[in-house]
């Protein structure tokens, strides 16, 4: 690996932090899969996240909000139920109580809307500039349902791709915060948990394949299909559900949304997209904007757009987090 | 901005169908990596007929900053870099800003210079003052309110580069052949179309400005062909662009800095390139400050960034493009940068 030592993209959620988990940790601990979540005998599912979000609080949510949406995400995303939470805490010297407080308020109001219990944890302090503030690390467990089987060896050509409403948002939030970039409206980021969104999908369709689009984004995780699959897929650009508002302000930075990441965003693979789902989805507080995005197939090796202009454009594995430019 | 009027695929295609009509063959340049960025992005370059061939320019300001001075930052201890992005992951003599950043220098990316100048309220803080017309005034802004604020731990590294002086050197080379140039938006914006006037003048040639969605590309290009015969600077982007330019830009820009020489990577010294931080404010020179000097030396030698700014020849025929050199591992700045050539090409059209 390049110089033996880890920089910040080996944490991008890219092609370099996939190539770190298989050279370090796949290797040494012989994980079956690469997947977030793990599941036990067929029935229990575990997982693990830690958030390091900076600035803390932003529109939409907060580093709480988020320690618990991203966990129950990731166990969602094999069809699992989520059940209990385990949280633990790094605090900074010096750190306020009272925002310490306004966390722990926002991530339990959060387990209760995703039906999860937060259950056992570990608070630890370290000295000042050891840390940003607080980190907060999620373990979950949920169950799986009988019968239910996402993995991404199902997916077959012709299959739609799904996602579950407008892309990029929870990374625009954040640029905007942490940049005070000052965009008026602010945006608002997406962070929700997703456990009923899959359900609609288990319900109305058949669902082969989910995963949350994170760090990232949805291109990554298409990349993702392919590398394990060997099947490629083509996007419809008329029909990426993306925001005015991010439309401009990627074009001002140089970033393409569909590597932005998500925390309210799933993409899925199913059979059939019908209208049931569509309308079912759309009525759905985290589905308002759902669009059928695109389709898996052999005609292409990789991962390509279809421009309006009818041009295929190949999106990318990107080796680490998106720059933005400079002009 | 109406944005789905820019990209209204009805009206492009109808653009490109007149384009089709055309046919000698042609070369232009666009010269800044955003448009090259923009032509991959929507894959205008397959839409396009044969004969109408575009080269990318040297308007990457990452790709054109000497390998030096990364190796240059690296020795700068014990003070905070702050830089755009793109920068960190260029390759110097021996290691990026990325690792050495890893191995605990206290390097920062900003999306803006007053970020930079809040970080020296803390910290001793370098400013790395890359990019062309178009960042410059915001950073001559942010030393004038260094000034007024007395903050003495600020200071930029002034690698700036200016556009025209660099069309000119392309053009008095006789290897480089170019029927017209698509000219930046952005830089444009801040020197006005008046600043090409020389083109057509010296060299018999035309250019376009124009901006970045893609009807701006295609009514430049077909602006580009109708003119060919009668070279002259076009504005294309008037929705941006006047011919004088930003007189308040351009006033903050000359009282903070004076013309100078610049090196570029690929192309060398260029006379009046660049920009010297004036007397005045010298204490935020970082060149005096920490006494730097800026050398020409270009990293690796395999990597062919040179030709491929000049548009001498494309990524593709460097020997390295796609097989040794990756946007993973990037061995030239063309590879790294977000407004890179090699990185557009191997992104959208490898
Ligand atoms: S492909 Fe890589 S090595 Fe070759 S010119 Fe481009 S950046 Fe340099």
Sequence with gaps: ?327 | MNLKYYRAPDLIKRVLKEIHEYRQPVTFMEVCGSHTMAIGHWGLRKLLPENIRLISGPGCPVCVTPASVIDELIKLKDITIATFGDLIRVPGSDQTLEHARALGADIRTVYSPLEALELSQKRETVFVGIGFETTIPGIAYTILEAGRQNQDNFSVLPLFKLIPPALNALLIDDEVEIDGFILPGHVSAVIGTQAYDFIPQKFGIGGVVTGFEPLDIVLGIKKMIEQINKPQIINEYSRIVTTEGNMAAKATISEVFSIGNAVWRGLGEIPDSGLDIRTEYSQFDALRKYDIQITNIEGNTACRCSSVLKGKIMPFDCPLFAEICTPNNPVGPCMVSSEGSCAAYYKYEK
Excluded: W
Excluded at chain 1, 51 to 58: D, E, G, S
Excluded at chain 1, 81 to 109: C, H, T
Excluded at chain 1, 172 to 197: F, H, M, T, W, Y
Excluded at chain 1, 281 to 303: F, M, P
């Design chain 1, 1 to 327: 690996m390049k110089n033996d030592i880890i920089t910040l993209g080996y944490g991008s959620g890219a092609a370099l932090t996939r190539q770190l988990i298989r050279e370090v940790f796949v290797s040494k601990f012989r994980l079956p899969t690469l997947d977030d979540a793990a599941c036990i005998d067929n029935h229990l599912t575990v997982t693990t996240d830690a958030y390091v979000v900076n600035p803390l609080f932003f529109p939409g949510g907060d580093i709480g909000k988020l320690s618990i949406t991203g966990t129950v995400n990731d166990l969602s995303m094999n069809g699992s139920v989520p059940a209990y939470l385990v949280a633990s805490f790094i605090l900074e010297e010096g750190f306020s109580i009272n925002l310490l407080k306004r966390i722990v308020d926002s991530m339990q109001k959060t387990a209760e809307e995703a039906g999860v219990q937060i259950i056992a944890g570990d608070t630890k302090v370290v000295e000042k500039g050891k840390c940003d503030g607080v980190y907060i690390t999620t373990t979950g467990i949920g169950f799986l349902p009988e019968g239910i089987d996402l993995n991404v060896k199902n997916i077959k050509a012709g299959d739609r791709i799904v996602v579950n409403g407008s892309l990029g948002d929870h990374a625009v939030a954040i640029i905007n915060a942490r940049q005070k970039l000052g965009l008026d409206p602010a945006p608002i980021s997406d962070c929700a948990p997703l456990r009923e969104v899959i359900e609609i999908l288990l319900n109305t369709t058949k669902l082969r394949f989910a995963r949350d689009a994170t760090r990232g984004g949805v291109a990554t995780i298409l990349n993702e299909i392919y590398e394990d699959t060997g099947l490629g897929v083509i996007l419809d650009e008329t029909s990426l559900p993306i925001k005015d508002s991010t439309t401009v302000l990627c074009g001002l930075l140089g970033l393409d949304p569909l590597y932005l990441a998500n925390e309210g965003k799933l993409v899925a693979v199913v059979s059939e997209a019908n209208d049931d789902m569509l309308i079912q989805l759309k009525a759905h507080r985290y589905g308002q904007d759902s669009a059928i995005i695109g389709e898996v197939t052999k005609d292409v090796n990789g991962v390509y757009l279809r421009t309006a202009l009818g041009s295929l454009r190949p999106l990318l594995m990107l080796a680490s987090d998106p720059l933005p430019r400079i002009c």
